[in-house]
Antibody
Framework: QVQLTESGPGLVHPSETLSLTCTVSGFSLTGYSVYWVRQPSGKGLEWMGR???????SYNSALKSRLSISRDTSKNQVFLKMNSLQTDDTGTYYC???????????WGQGVMVTVSS | DIQMTQSPASLSASLEEIVTITCQAS??????LAWYQQKPGKSPQLLIY???SLADGVPSRFSGSRSGTQYSLKISRLQVEDPGIYYCLQGYSAPNTFGAGTKLELK
């Protein structure tokens, strides 16, 4: 069964670094790309970046200077690190698998991150 | 970056009514367009991929179409379980981009 599960701290202080993990099962990270999508509280979906199956990465232009995505294929995990967090980074963070043609499936359940002092 | 202009921002419709949501891409994205439905507190769910292909388990009242760089999602007969927020997504080139969303409510 294909599954993605996000994990990470629920609370991050302003100016600190967010570290999230997406643990996948039922497929190989060398066969499929994994994407990160976030949803600021009360707002729409925002594409953050991706770890392609071949190890290449791409990032949202607006977040590129703060964002890093990496992976550990032996542990079936994809990592997201974003620095200099501010209150408007508060929201739900999702990881999902790419199937092509905009087909993201399945999605993780999401992890809520609050940026607050 | 490719921009996706989605309209309308919100929509109120009656049961059994036909509903259409559109997304305009800022450049050619071929058929690399998907539609998602999101309900409060839930992850987005895929409805349509490849502009016109219905995802597994999605009711046939949902359909997608394309005319050039304009893409449409149509709900042929609105049902009580259909309200939510709908998003388009272009998967043609990185960074992929979502439309701003359409909030659909029952009248």
């Amino acid at each position: 069964q294909v599954q993605l599960t996000e994990s990470g701290p629920g609370l991050v202080h302003p100016s600190e670094t967010l570290s999230l993990t997406c643990t996948v099962s039922g497929f190989s990270l060398t066969g499929y790309s994994v994407y990160w999508v976030r949803q600021p509280s009360g707002k729409g979906l925002e594409w953050m970046g991706r770890m392609r199956y071949n190890g290449d990465t791409s990032y949202n232009s607006a977040l590129k200077s703060r964002l890093s995505i990496s992976r550990d294929t032996s542990k079936n995990q994809v990592f997201l690190k974003m620095n200099s967090l501010q209150t408007d980074d508060t929201g739900t963070y999702y990881c999902t698998r790419d199937r092509g043609f905009g087909w993201y499936s399945p999605w993780g359940q999401g992890v809520m991150v609050t940026v607050s002092s | 970056d490719i921009q996706m202009t989605q309209s309308p921002a919100s929509l109120s419709a009656s049961l059994e009514e036909i509903v259409t949501i559109t997304c305009q891409a800022s450049q050619d994205i071929g058929n690399w367009l998907a539609w998602y439905q999101q309900k409060p507190g839930k992850s987005p769910q895929l409805l349509i991929y490849g502009a016109t292909s219905l995802a597994d388990g999605v009711p046939s009242r949902f359909s997608g179409s394309r005319s050039g760089t304009q893409y449409s999602l149509k709900i042929s007969r609105l049902q009580v379980e259909d309200p939510g927020i709908y998003y388009c997504l272009q998967g043609y080139s990185a960074p992929n981009t979502f439309g701003a969303g359409t909030k659909l409510e029952l009248k």
